[in-house]
DNA sequence: TTCGGAACGGAATGCTTCGTTCCGTTCGAA
DNA sequence: TTCGAACGGAACGAAGCATTCCGTTCCGAA
């Protein structure tokens, strides 16, 4: 006997399905909506999802709700965006992987900007101390690699993502583009050459033998 | 016979000296407000002055009017500072020295971000064009020090401040040090080399005298 | 000393924008 | 055939804000 919901798994069917599909939509809509201009109004996000005002409130008690699930996605994202950053076996390569993907998809505009319009939850705050504590293994990586300055600091990425999620023009793609190419600037001036020097860098007496003793 | 205004030159003295030094309270009150939020009421501004709603309106025929004229007086600072900073014998100097003069006095703030909320005057659309044409002679003098990586142009530097002016803390003194702080970041990112190498470069044929034929 | 009016403070007005609620309708599922 | 989950969208009420209006103050000229 199948379960109230999910009796259908085709992809068209009745009106359960379509509420599900509503779902994914008014997600969607809203994220668009909201990453565009962060006070938006609610309605817009309904117009967007095609759908009517109410189908959105069946789903959110409130605005403050949908801003709250939309930006703890975002700060999910977060996170997963720097594990697997982590898992790259090069520091810097992850740092900087890291960046690009996060300002691709405009994280920052999901998390900070929109956190302050309501009241956190405690598994956001926890979630947000975690994604802290993931950027600072990253930077330390990077600065491990050798090939980040050494006077970076976590937060310094805060600065970065900020200035980057200020640019913005009315076409997205393009809006994209710009971006990367600020953050390029950014990282060659963050890095401390670029590209670094090849090979294993000089090493203590390795050239003093011209000083030794022959035999 | 003194004009009716003017008549009192002394610093402190009735009502038309009050009302001069309203002038300049409610310019210093406007900028103070929308550099903070720019859409800021108008009964803001006129708090921060200490004035009521109607010193304000006596002076500006609508909100729209004040707008304009902050604006139009970041632009010229633009210019001032653009111009000075021509007259700077280095150029890369000059350009940095520039960006840092404007990103403290958040003439970014003051123009871009205002603008687009007003319908601008004949004369802005001119100083902003001389804006852009300042901002090229810059940005080549820049390069042609030397200094500047050869694939930056104009517009990079709109990017550039852009990034700047949306880092933003409570207090103003500390968002000056951390925009300072990233606009570093920006500029070792932009510099070919910094420090730049010492010397005048290495030139064609200064070094083939080990194949020249001894006499 | 007198008096016109420049300058002002701030309440009142009228409008727009929004979040939220409410009610009538639709149509899949049993 | 019937029930109610899911909707669409108008209506409501609160809030924010630019602008206007009116009564008051007090400088400055005569």
Redesign the interface.
């Known amino acids: 006997m199948p379960s109230p919901t999910g009796t259908t798994a085709a992809p068209l069917a009745g009106r359960r399905a379509q509420a599900a599909r509503n779902d994914a939509a008014i997600l969607e809509a809203a994220r668009a909506v909201f990453l565009d201009d962060s006070k938006a109004p609610i309605a817009a996000v309904a117009e967007r999802a095609g759908v009517g005002i109410s189908a959105l409130y069946r789903r959110y008690a409130s605005k403050e709700d949908l801003l709250r699930r939309l930006c703890h996605d975002g700060l999910r994202r977060y996170v997963a965006e720097a594990e697997a950053a982590l898992a790259e076996p090069d520091g810097w390569q992850g740092f900087a992987g890291f960046l690009e993907r996060v300002v691709d998809a405009d994280v920052h505009s999901l998390t900070v900007h929109l956190a302050g319009t309501f009241t956190p939850t405690e598994e956001m705050g926890r979630d947000a101390l975690r994604a802290n504590e993931l950027t600072t293994a990253l930077v330390e990586r990077a600065r491990e690699a050798g090939r980040l300055r050494p006077d970076v600091v976590t937060q310094?990425v805060g600065?970065?993502l900020?200035?980057?999620?200020?640019?913005r023009v009315p076409d997205p793609e393009r809006t994209r583009q710009?971006r990367r190419?600020?953050l390029?600037?950014?990282?060659?001036?963050?890095a401390v050459a670029d590209p670094p020097l090849p090979g294993p860098p000089p090493a203590v007496g390795e050239f003093d033998w011209r000083w030794r003793r022959r035999e």
Do not use: F
């Open positions: 310094d600065l970065l900020e200035g980057c999620a200020a640019l710009l190419r600020h390029a600037v950014l990282l060659a001036g963050l």
